[in-house]
């Protein structure tokens, strides 16, 4: 079974940089798929990215298409979430998630994460 632990979350100022990262361990299928969420303050979880577990096909909600980059160093079963030019409604706890589908939403992920906050001030 898969665990999934994130870090790298922070407090930075709009138009700074973080890169989040989600540790994988336990064994998965290769035809997998990671996706990055994240909820907003009084908001539901909402999709960011996703990517397939061989390091393919990545796909972007169109909120930080440009912005961000979702890749996974394969060898280290480490994913990564790059987030560049940060503004304050990227504000969020992000979530790392594992599927079976190429889906954006979130009822084909079956394991998560425990979050992590990232906080943009203008």
């Known amino acids: 079974q898969v665990q999934l632990a994130e870090s790298g979350g922070g407090s930075v100022q709009a138009g700074d940089s973080l890169r989040l990262s989600c540790a994988a361990s336990?064994?998965?299928?290769?035809?997998?798929?990671l996706g990055w969420f994240r909820r907003a303050p009084g908001k539901e979880r909402e999709f960011v990215a996703l990517?397939?577990?061989?390091?393919?096909?990545?796909f972007y909600a169109d909120s930080v298409k440009g912005r961000f980059t979702i890749s996974r160093d394969n060898p280290k079963n480490i994913l990564y979430l790059q987030m560049n030019s940060l503004k304050p409604e990227d504000t969020a706890v992000y979530y790392c998630?594992?599927?079976?589908?190429?889906?954006?939403?979130?009822?084909?992920?079956?394991?998560w994460g425990q979050g992590t906050q990232v906080t943009v001030a203008s």
């Open positions: 998630a594992l599927g079976d589908q190429y889906e954006r939403d979130e009822r084909f992920y079956h394991t």
């Open positions: 336990g064994r998965a299928s290769s035809s997998g798929v």
């Open positions: 990517i397939r577990w061989r390091n393919t096909s990545p």
